[in-house]
């Protein structure tokens, strides 16, 4: 019975637990005694009552959002428990607004600001080891969402998808004799997808070929996807699996072969890589054929696909002609490997495997919220098996459960690899993770303006001066978390 559906999630926290994540008392040992047992959870659906739920924007324009709400109004409505639109900023500051009654119900975002929220209690405890999804979310991802507390571990959110940036490209504008000229190994995979070295050398032929074409084109300003340059050679955000914030790795190892392979591919593009323009105008730009390649992530596979779509129809394919063309040409694979030398003009280099930074989607539910039962219940229904496929199918993420990513296979499954391998490096779950964008985006967009800079006027000419830059970055990031605040 679906009215008795939170007493499968039933909970006894200790009272120190009803504000929120987080505890000031003893609350136990263990994972499970902290998950099982948090007394706001009473095992009654509150009947009649309205949820806000604040989804992401895409998932809204895509119109997957309506599809859930309406497949979990249906389920239901004979509690009269109904789910809408909290109709507020994707990026909310809970924080701030939810203490005054402005905040959603349930809330849908990325692991580290939801985690910015537990620590401030702002966000409630799940019993998820109760949950549909629980078994079969690995334990990196549930890791994403947990916070300890006097030597218990709490779970603040249910991850969704799995976030890490993918390579994009046109199959349609590879060269026609790619085979002969691109395929040194003959496997059947083009050169410039499978490293970075064979990536720089076709964008160079390429926009020699036609200077208003491109090959890779990517915005180095977006510190998510730069960042794992450094990851690839040594480089890391926090010490102690990302939870010593005193430790700041951005200039570790050889990291600054990374911010030399980002200052080569900066060469190759134009000026819209310094800021956020190549970010935002890439979809466009890689249906028109400007662009041949770039970064993101699998939940944006949607929105690519529609303007490959436009696109063609607008060169006169008929509807379904186009939605053809563009699902066999708009490929989303993994990242190519780079060389260890850092150095993408060598000639047959030794290939290391390329990191990235990446995150964990899910839902929390709100301390603020009068109606935490059938907000448990919309989460544990967004989560189910059914949903996280239609997501998938709508908007193209990679899902954290492993029985959908396993049925869907390729890139889904190959994320998990890559996540237990260590290729996709967690962003922090704590609150400090907030101070590294603004100063990495500084470091970045300086790197990327050397690329236009006459060589009298470079900042960055060798190893050693990108490892200065990175280690004055990594102070720069000190100083925000420990003298700003």
Same mark, same amino acid.
């Given at each position: 019975?679906?009215?008795?559906?939170?007493?499968?999630?039933? #909970? #006894?926290?200790?009272?120190?637990?009803?504000?929120?994540?987080?505890?000031?008392g003893d609350s136990g040992d263990s994972k499970s005694e902290a998950s099982t047992t948090n007394g706001i959870f009473s095992g009654e659906l509150e009947e009649n009552v309205t949820i806000q739920v604040l989804e992401n924007d895409t998932a809204i324009s895509k119109g997957y959002f309506s599809q859930l709400i309406e497949a979990f109004n249906k389920e239901y409505e004979q509690y009269g428990i109904t789910a809408v639109d909290a109709n507020m900023d994707q990026y909310l500051d809970l924080a701030n607004d939810g203490p005054y009654g402005y905040g959603p119900d349930v809330l849908y975002q990325a692991n580290d600001v939801i985690m910015q929220y537990a620590q401030g209690k702002h966000i409630l405890p799940l019993p998820v080891e109760e949950m549909d999804c629980y078994s079969q979310i690995p334990k990196a991802a549930w890791q994403a969402y947990e916070v300890s507390v006097d030597g218990s571990t709490y779970t603040c959110g249910v991850p969704v998808n799995v976030q890490a940036p993918m390579l994009y490209y046109r199959k349609d504008l590879l060269p026609d004799n790619w085979k002969d000229n691109w395929d040194s190994n003959s496997n059947d995979v083009p050169d410039m997808i499978e490293d970075w070295n064979d990536m720089y050398n076709f964008s160079v032929q390429r926009h020699q070929e036609n200077p208003s074409q491109y090959g890779y084109m990517k915005s180095l300003y977006d510190v998510y996807f730069s960042s794992g340059f450094l990851f690839s050679y040594g480089g890391y955000i926090f010490g102690e699996n990302n939870t010593n914030p005193e430790d700041i790795g951005f200039a570790a190892g050889d990291s600054a072969k990374g911010a030399m392979v980002l200052s080569q591919l900066?060469?190759?593009?134009?000026?819209?890589?310094?800021?956020?323009? +190549?970010?935002?105008?890439?979809?466009?730009k890689l249906a028109d054929g400007t662009y041949f390649a770039t970064l993101s992530t699998p939940d944006t596979y949607s929105t690519f696909y529609d303007e490959l779509v436009n696109a063609y129809v607008g060169q006169g394919k008929a509807q379904d002609e186009a939605e053809e063309m563009a699902k066999e040409n708009l490929v989303m694979t993994g990242l190519p490997k780079l060389p260890e030398s850092g150095n993408l003009t060598e000639d047959d280099p030794k290939l290391v495997d390329s990191k990235s930074m990446g995150g964990v989607n899910g839902y929390a539910i709100s301390s603020y919220t009068k109606y935490p039962n059938a907000c448990l219940a919309f989460v544990n229904f967004a989560t189910s098996y059914e949903m996280i496929m239609l997501r998938n199918e709508t908007l193209g993420i990679a899902p954290a459960r492993e029985d959908a990513a396993a049925d869907l296979g390729g890139l889904s499954k190959s994320m998990f690899d890559e996540l237990d391998k260590g290729n996709i490096?967690?962003?922090?779950?704590?609150?400090?993770?907030?101070? +590294?964008w603004t100063p990495g985006q500084t470091f970045f967009t300086d790197l990327a303006k050397d690329a236009f800079r006459s060589e009298s006027e470079k900042k960055y000419k060798d190893l050693d001066s990108m490892k200065a830059g990175l280690e004055d970055m990594c102070i720069q990031i000190h100083d925000a978390i420990y003298t700003l605040e």
């Open positions: 019975m679906k009215r008795k559906i939170a007493m499968v999630l039933v #909970a #006894a926290m200790s009272l120190g637990l009803l504000n929120g994540c987080g505890s000031d900066a060469g190759v593009m134009n000026e819209d890589c310094i800021d956020d323009t +190549i970010t935002t105008n890439a979809y466009s490096v967690l962003m922090p779950s704590i609150k400090e993770v907030s101070q +590294i």
